[in-house]
Antibody, heavy 120, light 108 residues
Framework: QITLKESGPTLVKPTQTLTLTCTFSGFSLSTSGVGVGWIRQPPGKALEWLALIYWNDDKRYSPSLKSRLTITKDTSKNQVVLTMTNMDPVDTATYYC????????????WGQGTLVTVSS | DIQMTQSPSSLSASVGDRVTITCQASQDISNYLNWYQQKPGKAPKLLIYDASNLETGVPSRFSGSGSGTDFTFTISSLQPEDIATYYCQQYDNLLSLTFGGGTKVEIK
């Protein structure tokens, strides 16, 4: 079955760069049409899409955060990495990675999420 | 950017009631609209994809409809286990994605 799990620091300081890793199993990111996305959720607030990477290395970013985000994949390790620069306390959130089924815009499998707090 | 306006932001209904949530897109998104359920402390769960298709394993009391800019999500008979926050999400030709602001559903 498909599983995803996020890993990374739980606490980062303002201005630092956040690096999160999504390690998955049950599918290959070399399969045509498949994608992995990152979504975050500040405490008590709504979901916010951040970035997507597809099987063919095509990448999509949230327009409002594009300048701060980089998404990459390592197909051999079944991992997707998201980096976010210049972290601020407003970036405190639970960060999720999720599987996007081929040729569809829906996220059908999600990781458990990881809470990242930005504080000095 | 395509904006998604979801309403209401919260609602309270009795067990067995019909519950309706709406989502309006700022421009035509065809049927590129999904619905998720999120329970406290958990990751979202896909319920409806492409506006009206029920995800495998999801109870048939959940349904979705609409196209273009106006979409509706319905729970035909609210159950205690349906207490959650529901989100719509659009995908504009897979170029960008946006979630709605969420609707918190509570039992009266």
């Amino acid at each position: 079955q498909i599983t995803l799990k996020e890993s990374g620091p739980t606490l980062v300081k303002p201005t630092q760069t956040l690096t999160l890793t999504c390690t998955f199993s049950g599918f290959s990111l070399s399969t045509s049409g498949v994608g992995v996305g990152w979504i975050r959720q500040p405490p008590g607030k709504a979901l916010e899409w951040l970035a997507l990477i597809y099987w063919n290395d095509d990448k999509r970013y949230s327009p409002s955060l594009k300048s701060r985000l980089t998404i990459t994949k390592d197909t051999s390790k079944n991992q997707v990495v998201l980096t976010m620069t210049n972290m601020d306390p407003v970036d405190t959130a639970t960060y999720y990675c999720a599987h996007q089924r081929a040729a569809a815009g829906s996220f059908d499998y999600w990781g458990q999420g990881t809470l990242v707090t930005v504080s000095s | 950017d395509i904006q998604m306006t979801q309403s209401p932001s919260s609602l309270s209904a009795s067990v067995g009631d019909r519950v309706t949530i709406t989502c309006q897109a700022s421009q035509d998104i065809s049927n590129y609209l999904n619905w998720y359920q999120q329970k406290p402390g958990k990751a979202p769960k896909l319920l409806i994809y492409d506006a009206s298709n029920l995800e495998t394993g999801v109870p048939s009391r959940f349904s979705g409809s609409g196209s273009g800019t106006d979409f509706t999500f319905t729970i035909s008979s609210l159950q205690p286990e349906d207490i959650a926050t529901y989100y719509c999400q659009q995908y504009d030709n897979l170029l960008s994605l946006t979630f709605g602001g969420g609707t918190k559903v509570e039992i009266k």
